[in-house]
């Protein structure tokens, strides 16, 4: 009698799991977004096997096109799956081999274990790809509203607390630089996804003369030079799922940095702040309260890192007790990447298109950054320029605040007689310290956050998201 399993369970196996065992060991249901790159690494496997001769040039076209009409089917949705094939390298070559005889040697001196290492390596390249274009929108999204809202000045806040004077802009473009930095960090990982472990077969390689290189160059794992990658140990390279851990842990860093940018949106969105407004298309109602438009979408953005936290856990306790070489545990990898994959790229895409639909209330911004106590600092910096220590300086200014308080005025409104009261370093220029527009002017070394500054950072970035 047949099996149901024309691939892996021919011979050995007697009979059919039942149906529950099958639901337990099947990845079929999340694997078939692997096709395209089990297909094109079939092809490429196929052209090798012909050029070692294991294929006749009849064979090989044959298994081409085979494997080009199944592509197509899949592509259009005809394919149909079938779960009790387990995966998506056995649907393909099951069906492969129903249609064409010679389908039966494709899988010569390849096994699942290499294969779908392969498939994840090629399908994380273009993920890699795709998410550093939607990090880029992003920080597009951040610079262009910083541009709009280029005069705009809030307080800085450390502890939640007002601290100093700032450019919306400024604020904004902190986050452009952290988005970087996951740029950068996904760019270099890319060198390490982009090695290929076909060759490795189940563990132990081949004792035919497999072509390594050149299904390396067929797809596309090269270097910058056109050099062919290859992973160096059999063993290594169908159990090592460092390629997909590394992504995921700077996707858990970048959810973070989302995470962050969400919350300062949740907070200035409210009416205690009151900064922005979100476009009603990114807002949602309440259920019961008429007049609620709430932030989900940065809620949402903030919550979903959990997830992406999780299953970089996920992926490192699926690792850490498994022996030599593949096991079947590693089939749970996929839907951790997956997700990870969907969630901060759709994630990146909603923050920027939100972003893009947010007004500054900047009479409101502007009135909570002309709170002269954020100059505090600029009034100790004055006496310091008087020669006193900063320490004295930062003890002076802090005895001016108290006398503020005391006297129930704003630090600005202070009489020259009243600070000298505190410290005679005080004289008729002291409360010039208070004009923003000239505090902002001061703040003009690198990185600061002073009117010239902020200017020139938003060209820069600008000149590279152009590019
Ligand atoms: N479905 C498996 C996975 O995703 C493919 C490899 C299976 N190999 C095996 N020997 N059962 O990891």
């Known amino acids: 009698m047949k099996t149901s399993f024309p691939v892996s369970r021919s011979g050995r196996f007697l009979g059919a799991p039942g149906a529950e065992v099958a639901r337990f060991t099947e990845s079929i249901s999340f694997d078939w977004r692997l096709w395209r790159q089990d297909i094109l690494g079939s092809i490429a496997h196929a052209t090798m096997l012909r050029k070692i001769a294991v294929l006749t040039r009849d064979e090989q076209m044959a298994i081409v096109k085979g494997l080009d009409d199944i592509g197509r089917e899949i592509a259009d949705g005809k394919f149909q799956w079938q779960p009790e094939l387990e995966d998506i390298h056995m649907n393909i070559e099951a069906e492969l081999t129903r249609r064409v005889p010679a389908g039966a040697k494709l899988h010569t001196a390849r096994s699942r274990n290499d294969q779908v ?274 320490r004295q300086a930062h003890h002076i200014v802090g005895a001016v605040v108290t006398l503020a308080e005391k006297a129930r005025k704003p630090l600005d409104r202070l009489t020259l007689e009243e600070l000298q009261s505190v410290d005679k370093h005080f004289t008729a220029d002291a409360l010039k310290v208070f004009d923003l527009k000239q505090a902002m002017a001061r703040r003009n070394i690198t990185g600061a956050p002073g009117t010239k500054e902020v200017r020139r950072q938003l060209a820069r970035w600008r000149k590279i998201l152009r590019a």
């Open 117 to 390: 290492a392969l498939d994840m390596r090629m399908w994380l390249r273009d993920e890699i790809f795709g998410l550093t274009q939607d990090i880029r929108s992003l920080q597009s999204a951040l610079v262009r509203l910083g541009e709009q809202n280029a005069r705009v000045l809030i307080p800085g806040y450390t502890h939640l607390q007002r601290a100093q004077p700032v450019y919306f802009a400024h604020h904004l473009l902190a986050y452009v630089e952290m988005l970087e930095r996951d740029s950068e960090r996904l760019k270099d990982s890319f060198k390490r996804v982009n090695v290929c472990p076909l060759g490795s077969g189940a563990n132990a390689g081949s004792t035919l003369p497999l072509d390594r290189k050149l299904v390396a160059r067929l797809l596309d794992f090269v270097d910058a030079k056109g050099r062919p990658q290859l992973t160096q140990n059999s063993m290594d390279a169908v159990s090592d799922r460092d390629f997909a851990i590394e992504f995921c842990c700077h996707a858990a860093l970048l959810a973070v940095h989302l995470s962050r940018l969400a919350e300062d949106v949740i907070l200035w969105a409210s009416s205690e702040f009151n900064f922005i407004k979100i476009a009603d298309a990114y807002t949602t109602g309440s259920s019961l309260m008429p007049q609620k438009k709430n932030p989900d979408i940065a809620e949402l953005t903030r919550g979903k890192t959990g997830r992406v936290i999780g299953n970089l856990v996920s992926l490192l306790t699926l690792l850490k007790g498994l022996p030599m070489t593949y096991n079947r545990d590693l089939q749970e990898d996929k839907e951790r990447l997956f997700d990870t994959t969907d969630t901060v790229r759709a994630t990146a895409r909603l923050m920027a298109a939100m972003l893009g639909n947010t007004a500054v209330n900047a009479a409101v911004c502007n009135a909570a950054a002309s709170d002269p106590t954020l100059l505090a600092t600029d009034l100790a910096d004055y006496v310091v320029r008087k020669g006193v220590p900063f």
